[in-house]
């Protein structure tokens, strides 16, 4: 499902009129059919449409015009409508029309009556702050839904005042409960503060052929994306079949990190995970994975001949134990000493030296960018099809130390240039994570949980993208199907939990089940 400025979604109806004979009448008819089919479809169980009462807020363009459509079929569907046209102050209640002087008391009395209110007054089309008059009417609403906690309201395509380019919001925009997006969601929708305003998101169809989306490059992640995407599980496999993860995570201060990434590899489908880690460490992840093998580097120089250090002892072991891995996660827990960046530096080298069929994908993450960021220039010393996993913070300093936010607009931009700069698949971290490729492909995602706000969850991920490289997925959709199902198994967790309190590890036995769940049912 792309994801669309209001630019490009003018262009697509634009060609449907042009190309296939679609008029914004035929796509409005269809627009209103499909928003009233979605809100019949998703009442609780408990509500019957023959007992709701709908109040619809019209405007004066096609927003205006898809709610008219949307209201003919609620009412032939057996809800009781009411209507107000909010540029001429027309009030319809049940298709009666009530006389200019009883408007304002008898569109109280529909308000109070009111199941849902429909927010149709404007889509794509807003050009300007919202008049004082609207921000009114919207405050009314909003006030109404503080009385009668019951009170929903949708907002159909977009809530009137939010930028859907942008998702900054006017001061008169209201938070919907559900927003039927028409064609495909915006991209305003991804950003805050707007990301907070739509509510539950569905998407409706106003019956655009396919073949007008194939020049947008921007997708929003979906159950039917990832399934799509996650790797055949054929009966007649081993553990070679799904590949080998090396990693080379933890240090002293930080041992889990290499532990939840680990364990997140393994419960992604991947055959084998590796640990390098020092004899000091072993016993650690020795006790607690028991299903890891280790790579363990030499912690003394007594191997080494008169021209070799510690560091480069250490690197020839991880090298000679890394043949046949598929891939190799450097970063969560490592530390920032001097040894730890040096060794990274000679990996590098090493890796850039292999052929591409030949050497691991690679995924850095965490300390393995910082340490990386202290260095100019530091994208030239990464092989190709590497993965890079910042979070604003560790985005910050890789740009010289420019303030990166979590959830705004100028994410965006900034994503799709450095992809592009560096040469990586990069995954900006935050509410709604970002994936950009080096040739300009963009995946977002929607749900957003504030559970995974703490410490390891990121580790979870890194090696949830490890595990999906070693099973052969490309690197766009390898941090692709990491970064969704990420989200779904917290998503998981909260179902029990609620949205505090939840471990990094809560997350591992999640992964299975929302893979799982991405061939059953929307998450
Ligand atoms: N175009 C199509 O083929 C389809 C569009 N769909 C729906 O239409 C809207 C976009 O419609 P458009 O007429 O371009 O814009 P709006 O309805 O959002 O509003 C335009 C209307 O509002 C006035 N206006 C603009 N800003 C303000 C403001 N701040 N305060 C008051 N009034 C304002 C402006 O002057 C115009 O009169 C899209 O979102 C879809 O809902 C269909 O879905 C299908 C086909
Ligand atoms: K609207």
Known sequence: MHIVTVAEMRELEAQADKQYGLSSPILMQNAGKSAADIFIEHLP??????????????????????????????????????LYHWKQRRLIIRGEEIESEHVAREFEAALQRADYIIDALLGTGTSRPLTED??????????????????RVVAIDLPTGLNADTGKVDEGCIRADMTITLACPKQGFFFFPGRDYIGELYVGSIGLPEALEQDLHTEMLTTTLVHRILPERPLNSNKGTFGKVMLFCGSPPYPG?????????????????????????LPIYASSFHEATFAILPERATTAGPTENETTVKVRSLIAHMQGYRALLIGPGLGQS?????MILQLLEYLRSQPREQRPRLIIDADGLNNLSALEHWWTYLPEDTVITPHPGEMGRLCNGHKVSG????????????????????VLKGACTIIATP?????????????LASAGTGDVLGGMIAGFLAQGLAPFDAASAGVYLHVAAAQLVSQETGPAGLLA???????PRAMLLTTKEEL
Do not use: C, F
Request: proline share 2%; no cysteine.
């Open 338 to 342: 001097a040894q730890t960046r040096e």
């Open 45 to 82: 169980s408990q509500q019957d449409i023959h007992n709701l009462n709908i109040l619809l807020l019209i405007g004066p363009g096609n927003n205006g015009g898809d709610g008219l459509v949307m209201a003919e079929h609620l009412k032939n569907a057996g809800a009781s409508i009411n």
């Open 505 to 511: 590890s809560d997350l591992l036995p999640q992964i």
């Open 257 to 281: 990190s290499a532990y939840l990434a680990g364990r997140a590899a393994a419960r992604v489908g991947a055959g084998l995970i590796t640990l390098a880690v020092s004899e000091q460490m």
């Open 407 to 426: 959830g705004d607009i100028e994410r965006l931009e900034l994503a799709r240039e450095k992809a592009r700069e560096w040469k990586v698949t990069l």
């Open 134 to 151: 609207m921000r009114h009417l919207l405050q009314r609403v909003e006030q109404e839904r503080k009385r009668r906690k019951s009170v």
């Open 439 to 451: 040739d300009g492909k963009t995946r977002m995602n929607w749900y957003a949980n504030p559970a």
